[in-house]
């Protein structure tokens, strides 16, 4: 009978969205993108296919991300979206409708939350659940959640950074800051222009990220070629970028992060805050693999951070587990049927 119950865990990014189904992992990860034309309003294109079309189409085509610092943003595309998912995942042969459970940012209001529960079984599940962000993280990363001892958490991924002190299964203090990967990108393009005079798109912008960004100076750069459209002239064109300059360019960016950690922190009761001394930081989500990230937490904060195992797949891991075990984080879950 365990084959017809269905279950499925989506971590609905700003970025990327990724399907868990237990007992097989993660079945699918892909941008959080859709194509609509806007002739006739018809969605064209979703996920990896669709991203690929970014800053690529003809005016007719938008291809445009419907969810918006961790919350949805386009409610009728969302839905289309987390539809095509579920099918995806499922396979086009299932006739039966899962129950699914969804992440949400800590800082989410009750109507985003509902929103997003209401998408989810227009998209086609029979029972949704929606949890926050750190706590499917923390129960992702492996830290035990239930325990009386204080974790600290600090999920950074596409739109919003989490950071939140979880002990005994819930969130003692937490803070959502809208200041992710998605804005340090906008500051390398940012930096870019200014100093090169260099238009390039976002996906140049998250690329130079990866390769060369970093959270503190290096003391052996890296260095990558880029190439984009002259301001002045118009005309193609290409420049070389390093490190530390990639360093400074975001550190507007990195000073908000690091700015929700410490209000985190400072709001943490003592007895809590001894623990998270003992235990570190723990970082997850896709952004937190920027370079030195967690060296830079210390400096600033003097507590030690660690990256998570797998850090982009924390949250949609900690969906797979707590679906299995519905009952022990009964108290987390906000569910509707």
């Known amino acids: 009978m365990a084959f017809f119950s269905r279950k499925l865990g989506i971590d609905l990014g700003t970025a990327n969205t990724l399907v868990y189904l237990p007992g097989k992992g993660v079945v699918l990860n892909e941008p959080s993108v859709v194509a609509v034309s806007e002739l006739d309003n018809k969605i064209l294109a979703i996920g990896v296919e669709a991203k690929e079309m970014i800053g690529k189409t003809p005016e007719s085509i938008i291809a445009y991300r419907p969810m918006k610092d961790g919350v949805i943003a386009d409610y009728r595309v969302t839905e289309a979206m987390l539809r095509y998912f579920i099918r995806k995942a499922l396979g086009k042969w299932n006739f039966w409708k899962p129950d699914v459970m969804v992440s949400v940012p800590a800082g989410v209001t009750s109507t985003e939350r509902r929103a997003v529960v209401e998408a989810a ?79 390039i798109g976002d996906k140049t912008a998250e690329e130079v990220k990866i390769r060369i960004g970093a959270a503190i100076p290096l003391e052996e750069e890296l260095t990558i070629t880029i190439k984009g459209r002259d301001f002045v002239q118009g005309l193609p064109r290409s420049a070389k970028v390093s490190t530390n300059e990639i360093v400074q360019a975001i550190d507007k960016e990195l000073r908000q992060m690091i700015k929700a950690i410490k209000d985190v922190l400072q709001e943490t009761p003592p007895e809590l805050a001894s623990d998270i001394i003992d235990a570190g930081i723990t970082m997850t989500g896709g952004s937190s693999q920027l370079r030195n990230f967690p060296e830079l937490v210390y400096r600033k904060t003097g507590v030690k951070a660690q990256l998570a195992e797998d850090p982009l797949y924390c949250v949609v891991k900690g969906t797979g587990i707590a679906l299995d075990h519905l009952d022990t984080y009964k108290k987390t879950i906000i569910s509707k049927k």
């Open 121 to 199: 079984i227009k998209a086609g599940a029979k029972n949704a659940y929606v949890v926050k962000e750190p706590i499917l993280a923390a129960i992702g990363a492996g830290i035990p959640i239930q325990e009386s001892r204080g974790h600290m958490i600090v999920d950074i991924g596409g739109g919003t950074t989490d950071v939140a002190v979880i002990s005994l299964g819930g969130i003692v203090a937490s803070t959502s800051v809208k200041c992710a990967g998605n804005k340090i990108d906008a500051a390398i393009a940012d930096y870019i222009k200014k100093t090169f005079n260099l238009a």
